[in-house]
């Protein structure tokens, strides 16, 4: 193989970026959300790639079948849900109200503020779903198109193996709720219960987390079959968003899986195009390469819309939610939370970790020319390579505000939990 330091002059190596491959804020995502409908061709109607995780979604009520977009049979069902979910952040700001007030000592009330910011992510989540869901179907539609340029090799064995992933995820993130209330809760209920003995306090201890509902006296919730009730209530709807936010994180690393096949395909084909000795042919097969390059470029402006606003209150939160977890796992012995404390941990390791590999892979695109003879193609084609190197200087991306999502991410997040959780020793050790 020729090892070419460099192929392109330094004038070119000193040029800008296309500008439609810069960052884009906010506003161009708006704008282009906008317009990509309008330009974009006629598109299939049918999804093939993340089966599993869209199935789950499916059956969630948060994902609409195929032409239901936009139908009451999918609203309805949305909608009900999203007002249960409300209910029961409602009745958590309840309880630390009135826990606030002294109805409760300290030790009661910081669980429910973690269990209210960590209901906060799940909500923000699962409505950015829900309202850019049209984006979804659009990103999900492109990569099940394989029309122009072919399936890419391997497809179907990839496919088999994260959907088997899908449901492993899915296992676990739906199993580590039930396993909270198998293990974690009958540990609340005896701490309750010598709190409640020391504290001369009236906490409902048979009840796995706080909740208060207006109108409704404390003593008689502790009877049945209100309290099954009510737990039975809290069970369905804990287990739910905490299974469906997971598994809107790992879309994200799943979505990014299937696009980087479809990077590795395109880096194939261009490959092909330069091995042919036809002048005509090699240029009309790096032609279609190049198209096939500039839909992966919508793809992964889609994917940055999508995830990129879902991810900014990870940014912000998953700190903070890590440093009270661990604040309340070391100083309180409250290891209740710990299976807060790890959801929200994998869902901004899945994150970062996506993002990672989605530039790691698109920065393989102009390193192919140093394994092609290009010194020997006609003049032609050696400016449309030019170009080509040009569009892909810079790396495809996820953004979530002005923070890209990388694997540095995950150790400044980490320093943010340590310093909430030393934010909040030195501010209970001065209550």
Request: aromatic residues 14%; hydrophobic residues 50%.
């Amino acid at each position: 193989m020729l090892h070419i330091p460099n192929i392109l002059p330094p004038s070119i190596i000193r040029h800008q970026p296309n500008p439609s491959l810069k960052y884009m804020d906010f506003d161009e995502n708006h704008k282009f959300q906008q317009t990509l409908v309008s330009n974009m061709e006629e598109k299939p109607k049918k999804i093939n790639c993340c089966n599993t995780t869209f199935r789950i979604l499916i059956l969630g009520k948060i994902f609409p079948k195929e032409g239901e977009a936009d139908s009451f049979k999918f609203l309805i069902p949305m909608y009900t849900i999203g007002l249960l979910i409300f209910c029961k952040s409602l009745f958590v700001i309840l309880y630390i109200i009135i826990g606030l007030k002294g109805y409760y000592e300290i030790e009661q009330i910081k669980f429910g503020i973690v269990e209210f910011v960590s209901l906060v992510g799940t909500m923000w989540v699962i409505f950015f779903l829900v309202k850019n869901r049209h984006i979804l179907i659009e990103l999900a539609e492109r990569i099940s198109d394989f029309s122009k340029f072919g399936e890419p090799p391997g497809y179907k064995e990839f496919e088999t193996k994260w959907n088997f992933f899908a449901k492993i995820h899915f296992v676990y993130a739906s199993g580590a709720g039930t396993f909270a209330f198998l293990v974690f809760a009958p540990m609340h209920v005896i701490k309750c219960n010598s709190i409640n003995i020391e504290k001369n306090a009236t906490e409902i201890c048979s009840m796995i987390f706080p909740i208060y509902i207006p109108g409704v006296g404390y003593h008689s919730l502790n009877n049945l079959p209100s309290i099954i009730i009510i737990d039975i209530f809290e069970y369905v709807i804990l287990t739910y968003v905490h299974a469906i936010t997971a598994t809107v994180m790992f879309l994200n690393l799943e979505i990014v899986e299937y696009l980087r096949i479809k990077i590795r395909h395109m880096n194939a084909l261009i490959l092909t195009a330069f091995e042919g000795k036809h002048v005509s042919k090699r240029r009309k097969q790096f032609s279609e390469a190049v198209q096939y390059h500039n839909d992966i470029l919508i793809m992964s402006k889609l994917i940055r819309t999508f995830f990129g606003r879902e991810l900014i209150l990870h940014i912000i939160l998953t700190g903070a939610i890590m440093g009270v977890c661990a604040f309340l796992m070391i100083q309180d012995n409250t290891i209740e939370v710990i299976m807060i404390f790890i959801g929200w941990l994998f869902c901004i390791l899945m994150g970062c970790i996506s993002g990672q590999r989605l530039i790691d892979e698109s920065e393989t695109i102009p390193r192919i020319m140093y394994n092609v003879d290009w010194y020997d193609f006609d003049k032609e084609l050696k400016k449309n390579i030019i170009i080509f190197l040009i569009k892909t200087q810079h790396p495809m991306f996820i953004q979530a505000g002005h923070v890209i999502m990388n694997n540095k991410q995950i150790v400044e997040i980490l320093k943010m939990a340590y310093s909430c959780y030393t934010l909040f020793l030195a501010a209970f050790n001065n209550i």
